[in-house]
């Protein structure tokens, strides 16, 4: 495999500074999704620690780095789930931390961070407006910036995901990742392509917020004017130039998904496994509804990677469409 900015040792010791509460989370088969899905279904189930996503792995890796810092402060440019894990990873040890977030990011999670002591900061726009708010903070107070899926940290860490993939799972032969920044895609992906290189790694993302899908497959950097997703943690509209090309190393496909399938994969697993999930967490479930021909006889793997949802606009998005519905 050609060379990724990630480095496998360093994943493995980024396993000595992530909190254990967010290491070895549930990995199991669950079988009452199967026949709706017409192949083997394991989920990895990354909401089951305190601030219910993936992210606090990658700010874990961070927040150790700038405990040792003579400069405390640090910012970052959040949907909601990153600026939450680098509130809880950050409180632990000090940091004074401060999120930019869109006034219009999902309510659950900007309390979250406010509860968390965070600073928080809001734009009258959307996540990219947000990512140059924050870097214009770090510049003028002169503070450390957190670049999700740009920041080597944010990457290693949530790769550490892969390591207990690969260690845990020997059977499976396809895994579905959300693709929003790329952190999560690019994480997993190279471990898996590293340690278990037969595994088929696709990546899925909404067809409303499809840049980074559609710069991967023109091998280039392509931005959109807009996005229209519910799936608000992966509707990104400017690809990162640098994890664009390590996503084109350690990831077989990525795919595009309708609104209708990925409401259609919520309502699954809450039927079918007792979870209530954020939008992007049922992108792999989504995939598999718009095609399942191509995942017959498959044992898959897909990553619940977040839980903060609005509750009432969950309640609308479930109760509106069939579990069949693709």
Known sequence: MQQTRLDTARIRAARRVIDPVFLDTPLYRCEALEPDLGCTVSIKLETAN??????????????????????????????????QALAWSGRGRGLDVTVVASRFA?????????ALDAGLELVDGDHEMARERAAAIARYDGIRLVEDSLDIETCEGAATIGLELVDNASSFDTILIALGGGALATGVGHVVKALAPEVEVICVQPLGAPAMTHSWHRRRVVTTDSTDTIADGVAGRRPIPTVLEDLLLVVD????????????????LLDHAGLVVEPSAALGIAAILEDRDRFAGRHVVTIVCGNNVDLDAYHRWVGAVPIHGS
């Open 50 to 83: 305190p601030v219910r996503s993936f992210k606090a792995r990658g700010t874990e890796v961070v927040a150790s780095l700038l405990a040792d810092n003579a400069s405390r402060a640090v910012v970052c440019a959040s949907a909601g789930n990153l600026g």
């Open 106 to 114: 999902t309510r659950a999670k900007l309390d979250r961070i406010r």
């Open 253 to 268: 496909d990525a795919i595009l998904v309708q609104e209708a399938s990925i409401i259609a994969g919520m309502r699954m």
